[in-house]
């Protein structure tokens, strides 16, 4: 008996730990599992942290939109705009004539026509008294930004088909080159809708008192040519080979738009 009893005891030893490691194997399980989803509770909060600022980004409609250059007597002229959902919070020119008098009329109607297309949205401005050319200027690349603007919010907005009809409506043409007595001249017109939106001589008489008539003819007749939107427009007074040359190249390139 004596031989045995240290063994019994040995044997409830053993069969007791035995049961401890059972009972706790049967409890791990369950607490597993909550710690487990408490642990990828918190990646699934922080993702939809993030993916809130993104679905939500409104700032698609804001951007800076630069309009054409448009060439006076006086000088080019250049509008940029500032655009938030599809509105005008800030106009400037980045280019306007200098020099001279020029200094103060820029200085006098840029402020004023600034703070006219922030408050129209528009190019329907009026002019700033004693600065014709600039005001002038100012609205057809004002006019020019905002058909850019206008062009866009359509491409984003009406998926594969707006996009295609956006490129199809915007369009560059080069008129065919009319040789005068005085040189070549030719010209190259942006339409967009049908419209003329710019006009450029990108050949035109130079050397000697050309270079002076060109440019003084030149700057009038790419304004006339947008204004008018076809060739019907009027020969610059002492630049009339210029401006022939000018008017047969503009119907060319209005012919390759079809209108």
């Not at 939107?229 to 210029?242: C, E, F, L, P, R």
Request: net charge positive; no cysteine; proline share 4%.
């Amino acid at each position: 008996m004596r031989k045995s009893h240290p063994i019994r005891r040995v044997v409830l030893a053993t069969a007791a730990t035995v049961s401890g490691v059972v009972l706790l194997l049967s409890l791990k399980p369950a607490s597993d599992p909550a710690s487990a989803s408490a642990a990828g509770a918190a990646p699934q909060q922080t993702a939809a942290g993030q993916e809130s600022p993104q679905g939500g980004a409104a700032a698609a409609g804001t951007g800076a939109v630069t309009g054409d250059v448009v060439q006076t007597q006086y000088g080019p002229v250049q509008v940029r705009l500032t655009v938030a959902n599809g509105k005008v919070t800030k106009a400037e020119a980045v280019q306007a004539p200098k020099g001279g008098t020029s200094d103060q009329k820029t200085a006098l109607s840029v402020p004023k026509l600034n703070q006219e297309a922030v408050a129209a949205g528009n190019a329907d401005i009026d002019s700033v008294s004693g600065a014709t050319y600039t005001s002038t200027g100012y609205k057809k690349s004002l006019q020019s930004a905002l058909d850019k603007v206008k062009a866009s919010s359509s491409q984003s907005g009406g998926g594969s088909s707006s996009s295609g009809g956006a490129a199809q409506a915007s369009r560059v043409l080069t008129g065919k080159v009319a040789q005068t007595q005085y040189g070549p001249v030719q010209v190259r017109i942006t339409v967009a809708n049908g419209k003329i939106t710019k006009a450029e001589a990108v050949q035109a008489p130079k050397g000697g008192t050309s270079d002076q008539k060109t440019a003084l003819s030149v700057p009038k007749l790419n304004q006339e040519a947008v204004a008018a939107g076809n060739a019907d427009i009027d020969s610059v007074s002492g630049a009339t080979y210029t401006s022939t040359g000018y008017k047969q190249s503009l119907q060319s390139a209005l012919d390759q738009a079809g209108g």
